[in-house]
């Protein structure tokens, strides 16, 4: 292990200032930070948090950090752990750099490194599916907001308590039929797993709900201009845009759509739609705007309560994958205290029994969290979601609407 007191190249210290935040229980992985003896003691429990801070996911990364510390301080100040005394959660954060090899890297040295008795983490379906293979192979358990149907495939350690992305689908093309009678849909997705995995349940299960869809067209991630495949999405004849895509490349979409003209409805899913950052970017354009999320901060009473605490902190309000990785952090505690142990396997088999439906690890849609064998929460289900005065409210399906749908 490196002497702690060495001082390193410019880029990386900034980055090991930033990220190494040892007071609260908090700590960075990787080469760029020592882990001090004191905490590998029996008093803590190290979980791992598997986030991009940097690169081009970095805005929901941070946004993540953010909520996974709130929720280890929520439960180390209800008592910690308390079948195992009292032992205080310590989150061990790595920053996956938006890079999938570097994710690949971080998720060995995590769980090499630390011995973390679970993990939450990564968010983007590329990164995550990385990041679950090492789980996998160290039999560490690891719980994602990721929504690729690959994610559970052959995995008996990945636990994903939220909907899927062929749920994602059937939500956005029901909610289709709230703006017309006749849905002509044009679909336009990034080329990778999120967006595949999304868009081809969109195409699968159109003919079903009598969605048409009149344009299917992917694009390479990272765009720099919308225009020409605004074009397209104008020459389709749609009267709804699906739009499949993170934050960057959804704000120039949104804003193609705005300078040429194109009245068109839309629902942006979920990805960077459903983030404080997109109305920061595009302001009243957001306004009225549909999507889909796993999670939203107006669910329930705790979300309320968590997004109060979050919003008071930050100064916004907390976001889909924010917010459901606090659910997250109570369902790996609820597991550590039915385990009463650290063992990475005894965790997982505990995880894998969970079955609640109250408290802050039941803050869902639908409010119960149960595990099928393949890992997935068997209560999971979307909330549509739509931009009002500048926050994010919680319309649809009818049981699960906390305020009327808007209509233009």
């Not at 510390?69 to 929520?74: N, R, S």
């Not at 008592?79 to 690949?104: H, M, P, W, Y």
């Not at 983030?275 to 595009?282: A, H």
Request: with cysteine; proline share 5%.
């Amino acid at each position: 292990m490196e002497n702690s007191q060495r001082r390193l190249p410019p880029r990386q210290q900034r980055r090991r200032d930033f990220l190494v935040k040892t007071a609260g229980g908090v700590v960075a992985a990787g080469a760029l930070s020592a882990l001090p003896a004191r905490l590998g003691a029996a008093e803590s429990i190290n979980i791992g948090a598997l986030y991009p801070v940097t690169g081009s996911f970095a805005q929901i990364g941070q946004g993540c950090v953010n909520a996974a510390k709130l929720a280890v301080q929520m439960v180390n100040d209800a008592g910690g752990i308390k079948s195992l005394g009292g032992a205080k959660l310590n989150l061990i954060i790595s920053d996956l750099q938006s890079d999938t090899t570097v994710t690949r890297t971080e998720t060995d040295r995590l769980i090499s490194g630390y011995k973390p008795a679970a993990i939450h983490g990564c968010f983007a379906s590329a990164l995550t599916l990385i990041a679950s293979e090492v789980a996998e192979r160290a039999k560490v358990p690891l719980l994602t907001g990721s929504s690729s149907d690959q994610l559970n495939k052959g995995r008996h350690y990945t636990f994903t308590p939220f909907s899927r992305a062929s749920q994602f689908a059937l939500a956005q093309l029901q909610m289709s039929k709230l703006v017309s009678d006749k849905p002509k849909v044009a679909v336009v997705f990034e080329n990778t797993a999120f967006g595949t995995s999304t868009s081809n349940g969109l195409r699968e299960q159109a003919p079903g709900e009598g969605v048409e869809i009149v344009l299917f067209e992917p694009y390479s991630a990272g765009l720099t201009d919308a225009g020409p495949l605004i074009n397209k999405v104008k020459a389709s004849g749609a009267n709804m845009l699906f739009p499949v895509s993170y934050l960057n490349d959804l704000i120039l979409i949104i804003r193609a759509i705005k300078q040429g003209g194109l009245q068109i409805a839309i629902n942006g899913g979920s990805g960077g739609f459903v983030i404080p950052d997109f109305y920061k970017n595009v302001g009243n354009a957001a306004e009225g705007l549909l999507g889909v999320a796993h999670w939203n901060h107006d669910i329930n009473g705790d979300a309320q309560k968590v997004n109060a605490a979050y919003q008071k902190q930050y100064g916004e309000f907390l976001f889909e994958y924010a917010g459901g990785l606090v659910a997250q952090t109570f369902m790996i505690a609820d597991a550590l205290e039915q385990a009463a142990s650290t063992d990475p396997q005894k965790v997982r088999d505990a995880i894998a029994a969970l079955d609640v439906s109250q408290g802050y690890a039941a803050m869902c849609p639908g409010g119960r969290v149960k595990f099928g064998p393949d890992g997935k929460n068997i209560y999971a289900h979307p909330v549509g979601v739509q931009w009002q005065h500048g926050d994010l409210a919680t319309v649809f399906p009818k049981d699960d609407a906390r305020v009327p749908l808007l209509k233009s």
